[in-house]
């Protein structure tokens, strides 16, 4: 009887798990829909749909050329930054240790940001360079930060070091370049989806998707881990092993999104706390932490490009998401929770 | 304490700022000689092309040795307070709730004197000075180390958009804020400094007077209260003067990070901790750090130059990552 009812508890925050996915996929639906059909000019989604599929060539430019590759470079950068924040955040067990805060992103940033203004390169030259870059960057902060063993703190605390350091150098380029060069950096650096190339996003798409799918058959030993090495290590996990490739496998997210839409602030950040608000923490949240980003960035760019007084890069939108929450983690602190 | 070690260090550290100051005002695009310094104070109103630019350089190089050594007592101020070995102005994000008060006041209320821009930098920087202990206080531990550097790094990130915000539409102030984000002692004049220097001296003085007490702190805090000491007060003091130290330089030169954090952290390695030595010695010693950081910024950037806030990130930042990997895991 009473492990009946355990299992009914369990089937019950399954059912309600799975309930919330799907609520969150209908929103990510929604707001793609929108991004697709509002803009300078208004389609219907028939319209919309017409065009994409080849039955009608009405607004076909617009629709397949610049608002297809924005709305699909959106959800998946979103699902990218989202699922690698919430490993991080998991791993290093910090709600706050978010890639983009520890650096993670930062070699990208600075790579990218060279590129485009001394040497001119085109923009998916740019991507190849900032993904090897960002890839160097997190195996810096790695090695730097092991001495015997892997400490979480030791990582983050050079995480931070490393990120101050390419700030240093971001902007004394953003210094020294011409007047000319530098919205165009500053839009990059803060992330942004205006210029996104049809030819880039097959690669993104593809490498979202498959490291999506590592992660999750990984979830059950994610969520062991942060119970201390050494538990997990009782459960059968090979604690260095997974651990590494689940960074391995988040980085590389991280470099790919970077590297084509720019480092999108706050998204890595909030994707994962939000997502266990939704679901609760009795799953890796891995999935819901994706969709989650997706409907950030969507959002945010809606938000950007529509209903401001100026258009905004979706970073700077999404960025200013970062502030409420840091003051609902102190105020939630207050009131005697645990961060 | 080893009184002769001390003794040693103020000697040292001494000749060291001298030469640093020397050699900032002498070497440049164009290099003057010893002579030409001399006949710079003896005849002010000398006429001698090399002379001229003696005159127009001391003030960058006597504003930097203020900054200096300003920055850095702030640094060794916060770290007392907080006993963190890890805590410094850029780092605990207090420079970017400057930097987004400042923003403000010249986008929104068009603000124009430097004395303003002083006085919002200092509401910014102790708003999100607070702002970050107590996020950094929450949950179990109290405001550890790490817990405090990530509460900064994470504040500067959410502020930093705000200023995006702010400064993108608006390209003028784009222009004004791009250079002045970095962190550069250069294009300071003889106004400037009259203008900072009652509230450096303000903070200095204070942080001195309050060095006994904050000794005192340092062995417990229990035991400072059983001794009848006021902590709450000295700290919030301390606090006060750590603020108004950086907030005072950030206004003027932008955001100049890692001083306050390397240079009080090697005296304290390296010598004692008496916070009277230390304050004196880390305004010397920080001083010096920041005119040869600039220096150095004008040879690496030849033709034009670095900006001194690059420099002090340059060099700070791997002897920021050398100090976490000395630490002890525990002590993080």
Sequence with gaps: MKNNNLFEGVKSRRKKYILSLVVLWLIVLILFCLNMTIGEKNYSPLQVINTLTGHSSEGAYLINKLRLPRSLAAVFSGIAFGVAGNVFQTLLRNPLASPDIIGVSSGSTAAAVYCILFLNMNRSLVSVVAVIAGVLTSVLIYKIAYIHSFSANRLILVGIGTQALFTAFISWMIMSASEYDVPTAMRWMNGNLNGIVTDSLPLLIVVVISCLLAIICLRHQMVSLPLGDSYATILGIHVNLVRTVLIVLSVILIAFATAITGPIASIAFLSGPIAKRICGHNQANILSSALVGAILVLAGDFVGQHLLYTRFPVGVITGLLGGPYLIYVLVKQNKGGQL | ?332
């Excluded at chain 2, 090697?266 to 950081?293: D, F, K, Q, T």
């Design chain 2, 1 to 332: 304490m080893n009184s002769k070690k001390t003794q040693l260090a103020y000697i040292i550290g001494i000749s060291i700022l001298i030469l640093a100051l020397f050699i900032s005002i002498t070497y440049g695009v164009k290099s003057v000689g010893l002579s030409d310094v001399i006949d710079a104070f003896i005849d002010s109103n000398s006429t001698d092309y090399n002379v001229n630019i003696v005159q127009a350089r001391i003030p960058r190089s006597v504003f930097g040795l203020i900054a200096g050594a300003a920055l850095s007592i702030s640094g060794l101020l916060m770290q007392s307070i907080t006993k963190n070995p890890i805590a410094d102005p850029s780092i605990l994000g207090v420079n970017t709730g400057a930097s987004l008060f400042i923003v403000i006041g010249i986008t929104f209320f068009n603000l124009q004197s430097k004395l303003s821009y002083i006085g919002v930098s200092f509401i910014g920087a102790i708003i999100t000075a607070l702002f970050v202990y107590k996020l950094a206080s929450a949950g179990y531990g109290g405001p550890t180390p790490i817990k405090l550097a990530i509460a900064g790094a994470a504040t500067s990130t959410a502020l930093s958009s705000f200023v995006s915000l702010i400064v993108m539409p608006n390209s003028s102030v784009m222009t004004t804020y791009r250079f002045w984000q970095i962190g550069s002692i250069g294009g300071t004049s003889f106004d400037d400094i009259k203008l900072v220097l009652p509230f450096i001296l303000i903070g200095i003085i204070l942080s001195i007077l309050l060095s006994n007490n904050l000794d005192t702190i340092l062995l417990s805090e229990d035991t400072a209260t059983a001794l009848g000491l006021n902590v709450n007060r000295t700290k919030a003091i301390a606090a006060f003067s750590g603020v108004l130290l950086c907030a005072t330089v950030t206004a003027l030169a932008g955001p100049i990070s890692f001083v306050g954090l390397m240079v009080p952290h090697i005296i304290r390695m390296v010598l004692c901790s008496n916070h009277l030595h230390l304050i004196c010695l880390s305004g010397i010693y920080g001083a010096s750090i920041l005119l040869i950081s600039d220096v150095l910024g004008r040879i690496l950037g030849r033709p034009g130059e670095l900006e001194t806030g690059i420099m002090t990130a340059i060099i700070g930042g791997p002897i920021f990552i050398i100090i976490i990997r000395k630490a002890k895991v525990q002590s993080l």
